[in-house]
Structure formats: C-alpha cells, structure tokens
C-alpha cells in the first residue's frame, strides 16, 4: 500500500459483529489492527469513507455464485471517486443457525442477507420448501434478529463463527448449494492507486457516446491490439434508460505499464466518459503471464519493428 496503515487508520466495513466482511478483514494483519467501524450497509460504508468519515471502506463486490455484488459495484461508477486498493477472497460457508431447544420441524421464516439466500436456494426448496425467507442488510445481523427473538419458528442463514458470538446452535451445516464458494471483498479509498505489485488488475467504466452495432467490440479490440488480457466484463444499466448500459472492464496489468495506459488513453478517446476504478495488486498469483514477460515481449516488438523501420528509404 502507498499509504501506511496504523492503529489509528480507520476502516468502514458491514457490520454486525460475525460478518463474511470482518472475517475477510481480521485475515489481513495490517487491516486487522486498525481501527474497525461496523456499518448497517454496504452503501453505509462506502459513503463513509466518500465523505471521509473514514479512511478506508472493505466491501464485497463478487460471488462465485451469484456474481457482483451490484450495490458495490453502483456506488463505485456512479457514487464519488474511490479506488480499489487491494482484494482479499475467502471461502464461504453457511450454517442455519437457531435458538437452543427449537428442531428444524418447527421453522416458519428464516433470513438472512439476500446474496446468501440465494446461495441455498436448492437447499431451501429440496430441505425446507415451505419454510419463508426474507431479507437482513447482512448474515450477522440475521443471526443477531434471531438471538434477539422469542420466537421458536425463525432461524438465519449465517457465517458458522455467528453461533458462538449470538450464542445460536447449528441445525444444518454449510448448506451452501456449490462447493467452492468463495467471495471477493475490495479495500477502497479516494485518491490513493497502490504502486504496481507486478500482479495486478485494473479496473475501468467505458460509457459510449451511443449504442451501435460493433461498438462494444472496437473497445474490446483497443486491448486485444495490446495482447492486453480481459478478466472481466460486465453492462450495467446507467440508469439514465432502459437498453443504456456501460460496461466495467477488468484488465490484466497495471495503468503504469506502457501497454496499459496507451489502450487507456485511445480508450478515453472513443468512449463518452471513462472512469478508472484501480489498479491493485491481486490476492493471488495470476494463472497467465507475468507483466515483466509481456513487457518484455513488447519491447522486443517494438525494437523489431524500430529495425525495419530505419530500412525505409527516403523518399
């Protein structure tokens, strides 16, 4: 990180206690020590740290299973400037969770946050088909509503360490409907891009001027050109109309590399608006080819083509 992390840094995460966020910040040991601040939303967070309330907001953007996260995802293309600083990916787990004494045969309700209710879906229709769910703003604050009841038909769909912090007992384990779930959280910031780590991604929003047939695949082309690497891409509605939509592109690489920044600078010269989101480094090594082999390789291009180039004569 370009800026140095201490006691006194302060970081906005969704909260309660027991979370998928905290736990994917307590497995950073520098985020770990600084000053943690719970938030009731995701959107909570982010704005806190737009507003400077804090200095940092930890948030989940992506699920294996069900893809972005789409209010992190809008607060950062259409929210104030923040860039990504850094991902950390877990595994996730998920464990219906109840009070001490009620059985799986009395449940009416169980909640939980809407991204982890969709993650058992087939669980719920093959375990508990007439069982309701309905929404929390997270999977601790379900497991939480649910100490905090009398009921004896409700239970939440929760991360397991909930149960020892809300003192739930499990009555299913890991109910998750894939094996290898797994969640990105984003570390963001205003103004702050990290130094390239040589394993990075950036992140950028392309609005066209209009919609027309090929536009999508001219700005994809401005980085095939560069044998630059998409990892990545997604529309999103503008919100402006229904059929508008920009497109988030991640990219292998970092802005400070050559080939990078020439496609992002043709790329802001094509498009309506651009919006850079961050270049970070990766939390873990990138299956394809390092950056220092492709520039490498760029380098070599160039410099073949600068020899053939001083055989042309003049005219």
């Not at 394993?199 to 999508?216: E, K």
């Amino acid at each position: 990180m370009a800026v140095a992390l201490t006691r006194e840094t302060t970081i906005a995460y969704l909260g309660p206690s027991g979370t998928f966020s905290e736990e994917a910040l307590r497995s950073q040991e520098d985020l770990a020590d600084c000053r943690l601040v719970a938030m009731s939303t995701i959107a909570d967070a982010i704005r806190a740290c737009a507003t400077g309330a804090v200095d940092f907001a930890f948030v989940p953007i992506e699920n294996s299973i069900e893809g972005s996260v789409s209010m992190t995802v809008d607060e950062l293309i259409f929210g104030e400037e923040l860039f990504i600083q850094r991902e950390v990916i877990i595994d996730i787990h998920l464990d219906l969770l109840a009070r001490s004494g009620v059985g799986v045969e009395q449940l009416h309700e169980v909640i939980s946050h809407p991204h982890a209710l969709a993650q058992a879906r087939r669980f719920f229709q093959r375990e508990l088909p007439n069982v309701i769910t309905s929404v929390t703003n997270s999977t601790a604050e379900a497991a939480r509503l649910v100490a905090e009841s009398d009921r004896d038909d409700i239970a939440a769909l929760a991360p397991p360490i909930t149960a020892s912090i809300y003192g739930l007992h499990a009555l299913s384990r890991a109910v998750e409907d894939q094996l290898g779930n797994e969640t990105r959280f984003v570390l963001i910031a205003p103004s702050r891009v990290p130094a390239p780590s040589g394993n990075d991604r950036t992140a950028l929003v392309c609005f066209q001027r209009s919609d027309h047939p090929g536009g999508l695949h001219q700005l994809l082309g401005i980085f095939a050109s560069r044998s630059i690497n998409l990892v990545r891409l997604e529309s999103r509605p503008t919100k402006l109309g229904l059929g508008d939509y920009c497109f988030v592109i991640e990219l292998q690489g970092h802005i400070s590399e050559p080939q990078v920044a020439a496609a992002i600078t043709e790329l802001y010269g094509e498009l309506a608006s651009l919006r850079f989101l961050g270049s970070y480094p990766l939390s873990r090594p990138d299956p394809l080819e390092h950056v220092a082999e492709r520039e490498t390789e760029h380098l070599a291009a160039a410099a073949w083509l600068a020899a053939l180039l001083a055989r042309v004569e003049e005219s």
